[in-house]
């Protein structure tokens, strides 16, 4: 017998609308597998049963009321937001015990999007201090860890979602991307992880980012999941900084998903611009062996020397601290914070505004130089992390806030480029080690050309399928 959570979204999504699931059974299915999991994967800090409850009853109102053609697009799929953006009525943490009490009075506008699509919200993710590390662990919550190895990290900072997806306990998440965050524990957890478009899902009403770092995005089993959600996500709103062109009249996300992406030129290379970084074996073999893929795909792939300039990542430091600086801390509320957030502060407390504007202005100059040998090529292909998932602690087990972060750095040597040039970017669950961990590949596209990457990342999933691959968990 099929289980619910062995369906993808799209599969749960049609058995709604035939009336062989109904929303209900959907929705307790996954809050029962929470109840009884998620103290094993740390992948939710809110659970909100009953307010998916009363969603999924609304959903089977509608299968009633409504015409076919007037059912939302996600009516009665389960699917969590991550505790950074707000759902109304219900505790934003932010992962802070400096925020520990704290409520959205209204919904993020993407959520809104989602709610009125006709998702089921089973509750708010696991993510680190406002999202500030590459790994999960807060004062708040248990740390998220990957199902496949759970001596080991989920990834940050979207880790709780992608331990949800890859444990069964959602069929798809949001999560969001500012340095890697979606990418990050999409590849030590085996799933797809797409951060779109600079500026292609707004960050209203609250969401700011000169830069146009951070964009919300989903994390799935499959690359169709994923374009399904996104298709629900994108949108702008007035005020914001960056808009992208919208699809041509009549396309989706989804629907380049579905069409081969045609002979590409693909470039490659696996230098990192963060100094003294050196790949893990099991990466190189994932990165050859996607290298492989997309060459008997038929694909012109070329290798290229590193695009980014060494004094990239001490830019970005710059912008990341000052990022922290800027996070709503409460009044009070600066003693319970974390260590490294403390630290990031700091430091940014030390950069003069214009000693800021010299790091943003090199961070424009460094991506110019790139993109101008970046867009001669349909995709480029990296790994996405320099190793294969580490353990729970790693980063904080030297006891010093510099080195851990040093130990973030060196870790995510490679996700941060294209929140920096705003390109479209993937993780893809194409490899598994010896010791059955994923390593993920990363490919990214030119800017505002979702279509070319779902399509392409569509494409390597037929010729080498991976939701067949489940962690021992994901039966329990």
């Known amino acids: ?10 599969r749960q999504l049609a058995a709604v609308r035939r009336r062989e699931l ?36 609304k959903a089977e109102e509608r299968l009633v009321s409504d015409t076919p053609a007037e059912l939302p697009p996600l009516l009665g799929l389960p699917l969590p937001v991550k505790d ?31 709610r009125h699509a006709g998702a089921v919200f089973l509750g708010k993710t696991n993510t680190p201090e406002f999202g500030l590390s590459c790994y999960t662990e807060n004062d708040i919550a248990p740390a998220a860890r990957t199902p496949w190895d759970l001596t080991r990290s989920a990834g940050g900072s979207s880790g709780g979602a992608a331990a949800a997806v890859a444990a ?10 500012g ?15 797409l951060k779109p478009t600079r500026g292609r899902v707004t960050a209203a009403p609250d969401g700011f980012d000169l830069l146009g770092l951070a964009v919300a995005g989903p994390i799935a089993r499959t690359v169709a999941d994923a374009a399904l959600v996104l298709d629900t996500m994108a949108g702008n709103r007035p005020g914001d900084y960056y808009v992208p062109p919208p699809l041509p009249a009549g396309e989706t996300f989804r629907s380049y998903a579905a069409r081969e992406p045609g002979q590409l030129r693909v470039a490659r290379f696996c230098r990192t611009h963060v100094p003294g970084v050196e790949l893990h074996p099991d990466v190189v073999a994932a990165y050859d062996d996607a290298t492989g893929a997309l060459t008997a795909l038929g694909h012109h792939v070329e290798e290229i020397t590193l695009p980014f300039d060494p004094s990239l990542a001490e830019r970005f430091t710059v912008v990341w ?11 009070q509320g600066e003693d319970l914070l974390r260590p490294l957030t403390r630290w990031l502060r700091e430091r940014a407390t030390r950069t003069s505004a214009a000693d800021y504007v010299h790091a943003a202005m090199g961070v424009q100059q460094a991506v110019r130089s790139a993109m101008s040998v970046l867009q001669d090529y349909d995709a480029v292909l990296t790994p ?6 580490v353990p729970v602690g790693y980063f904080t087990a030297g006891g010093d806030v510099a080195e851990e972060f040093q130990r973030m750095m060196a870790f995510t040597p490679f996700t941060a480029m294209y929140n920096l040039t705003g390109q479209p970017a993937v993780s893809l669950p194409l ?23 779902l399509s392409l990342s569509a494409q390597l999933e037929a010729a080498r399928p991976w939701s067949g691959r489940i962690p021992p968990l994901w039966s329990v």
Do not use: K
Not at 84 to 112: I, N, P
Not at 442 to 450: F, S, T, V
């Open 179 to 193: 340095g890697g965050s979606i990418r990050i524990p999409a590849s030590v957890c085996g799933l797809v992880g």
């Open 22 to 57: 109904s929303p209900g059974e959907i929705t307790s299915h996954y809050l029962d597998r929470i109840s009884r999991l998620d103290n094993h994967v740390g992948a939710f800090i809110t659970v909100t049963a009953e307010l998916a409850e009363r969603q999924a009853q």
């Open 321 to 331: 601290a000052a990022m922290a600086a800027t996070a709503p801390v409460p009044e």
């Open 384 to 389: 996405t992390l320099a190793a294969p998932p």
């Open 84 to 114: 950074l953006d707000m759902v109304a009525g219900v505790r934003c943490t932010s992962g802070s015990s400096a925020c520990a009490e704290q409520f959205a009075s209204t919904d993020s506008a993407f959520v809104a999007e989602l």
């Open 168 to 177: 069964g306990l959602a069929p798809v998440a949001q999560g969001s991307d």
């Open 1 to 10: 017998m099929t289980h619910i959570h062995e369906l993808s979204a799209e």
């Open 431 to 453: 490899y598994w080690n010896a010791a059955g961990l994923p390593i993920g590949v990363m490919l990214a596209c030119r800017p505002n050309d979702e279509a070319t990457l």
